[in-house]
C-alpha cells in the first residue's frame, strides 16, 4: 500500500518540502512514499462541462492521471499546503476540483475508508489563519468518507529554511505517529 502526498507548495526547497521530508524518513519502511509536487504537474483546471459524471473519463488528458493511478492503491492521501490568503494554494485546489467525479455514485475509485491527513504552514503566528482550509478539509473529508486522522497545523513560517528548527520537529514526530499508526 502507497502513501499519497499531494503537495501545493511551488517553492523548491520551501518550509512544505522540509516538513515533507522529515515525514518521508519517519514513515514505515514497507510503506510505498509517493510524493506528487503538483507545481511541477501540468494539470487543468475542471470546466464543469460534467463529462466525468456520464460517467466518461475526464476530458483533458493530463497530470491528473498520476493521481487517479495512485489513488487506489493508496490507504493514507497527505493533503499538503502553504495558506495562500486563508486557503490552499491554487495548484492544490485545482487537483481537488478534478476529484470530482470521485463524489458520484458511479465511480470507478472509491475513497471511502483511506485514511487522510493535512499539513499545512503559513507565515502568521496566529492558527485561526488556518480555519477556512480546515472546513473546507471537514466538508471534503466527510463528503468522500475519508477517515481523517491528524491535522499539522505549522504557523510562523513564512522565509524559506524556517521550517527547520527542533520546535517544529517534536510536531512533526508527534503528528507521524498519528498518522502512520
Ligand atoms: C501568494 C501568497 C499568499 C500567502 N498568504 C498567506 C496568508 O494568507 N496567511 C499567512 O499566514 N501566510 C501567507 N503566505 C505565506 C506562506 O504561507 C508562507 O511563506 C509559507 O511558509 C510558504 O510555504 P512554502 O515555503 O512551503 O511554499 C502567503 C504567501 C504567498 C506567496
Redesign the pocket.
Known amino acids: 500500500m502507497s502513501i499519497l502526498v499531494l503537495n501545493g507548495?511551488?517553492?523548491i526547497g520551501?518550509?512544505?518540502?522540509v516538513v515533507l521530508e522529515h515525514l518521508r524518513e519517519m514513515a514505515p519502511e514497507n510503506r510505498n512514499w509517493i510524493h506528487l509536487k503538483l507545481g511541477r504537474l501540468k494539470i487543468s483546471p475542471c470546466t464543469a462541462c460534467d463529462m466525468c459524471w456520464n460517467p466518461e473519463p475526464c476530458v483533458f488528458k493530463d497530470d491528473m492521471s498520476k493521481v487517479f493511478d495512485i489513488l487506489p492503491e493508496s490507504n493514507l492521501i497527505i493533503f499538503a499546503s502553504?495558506?495562500?490568503?486563508?486557503n490552499v494554494t491554487s495548484y492544490l485546489k485545482i487537483v481537488i476540483d478534478r476529484l470530482y467525479p470521485l463524489a458520484s455514485a458511479k465511480s470507478p475509485i472509491n475513497l471511502s475508508g483511506k485514511k487522510a491527513a493535512i499539513v499545512f504552514?503559513?507565515?502568521?503566528d496566529d492558527p485561526t489563519?488556518a480555519d477556512s482550509a480546515n472546513i473546507m478539509f471537514d466538508r471534503i473529508f466527510e463528503y468522500l468518507k475519508l477517515k481523517d486522522v491528524g491535522r499539522l497545523i505549522l504557523p510562523g513560517?513564512?522565509k524559506?529554511g524556517e521550517a527547520e528548527n527542533e520546535k517544529v520537529l517534536e510536531k512533526i514526530k508527534d503528528f507521524s505517529k498519528k498518522i502512520f499508526s
Open positions: 507548495s511551488p517553492r520551501g518550509n512544505t518540502d502553504p495558506i495562500y490568503w486563508w504552514v503559513f507565515a502568521d489563519t513560517l513564512w524559506k
